[in-house]
């Protein structure tokens, strides 16, 4: 498992050795930076939901929105340059990720979950939550399944490629799972809740951010030589 770790870590560091992937991610990241610091601004003075990371169509999101959008495309031109279909093994899962960001897709569902679930239980034994967990489970058993596929099949560079992108994948799914839980445990103290849901938003704009530059100029997936993106 230390091996595995490891490996993981040595594809995100080689990447973040090129010079423009250094920049464009900072640039990313500043932008993440300038939306916390509004949203801390936020909280405590303007009360704007327009400006708050946890505002469904905020600025926050459309950031993220944007981001995410990019990362879809940007595997695809993965994909492209390397003359290869294996990049397309991850498109699925941030599809998946950027319409349940749009659409709300594991709330709405977890909703409907809780509600089956609880015709055939106790009607207090299973919450949204617990509906929004197994939507997400469930979803993401499924997602990966194509590029755990890809990678066993795939070539040293694709898989050092998929390594680093799923390294990334995992701390996203940290921040909207692991962390969303520990938010929503603590809702109900509204320094926590402030704390926890400004940590949550954070950690996954910072984190799509890192997501969008190594996709755009990280390693490619099959092709040594393949052309970088200008």
Aim: proline residues 3%; hydrophobic residues 50%; contains cysteine.
């Amino acid at each position: 498992m230390k091996d595995v770790v490891g490996r993981w870590f040595e594809s995100v560091a080689a990447a973040g050795c090129e010079p423009r992937l250094r920049r464009f991610t900072a640039a990313l990241l500043v932008i993440d930076l300038a939306l916390v610091a509004v949203h801390v601004v936020n909280l405590r003075w303007i009360r704007n939901e327009t400006l708050s990371l946890e505002t469904d169509r905020g600025l926050g999101e459309l950031f993220q929105h944007l981001k995410l959008a990019a990362a879809c495309v940007l595997i695809v031109r993965q994909a492209r340059q390397g003359a290869s279909s294996r990049c397309l093994a991850w498109l699925p899962l941030y599809v998946y990720f950027l319409l349940d960001d749009v659409l709300g897709i594991h709330e709405r569902g977890g909703e409907l979950v809780a509600e089956l679930l609880s015709r055939w239980s106790s009607p207090d034994r299973f919450d949204q939550w617990h509906g929004e967990l197994a939507v997400s489970a469930g979803a993401g058993v499924c997602l990966v399944l194509a590029p755990w596929r890809a990678y066993r099949s795939g070539s040293g560079q694709f898989r050092r490629f998929s390594r680093a992108l799923a390294l990334l994948t995992l701390v996203l799914v940290f921040f909207g799972v692991v962390v969303d839980a520990l938010h929503a445990l603590v809702q109900d103290d509204a320094l926590f809740d402030a704390l926890f849901g400004t940590f949550e938003e954070a950690g996954e704009l910072a984190t799509t951010s890192l997501i969008a530059g190594y996709l755009a100029l990280g390693p490619n997936s099959d092709a040594p030589h393949a052309r970088r993106l200008p």
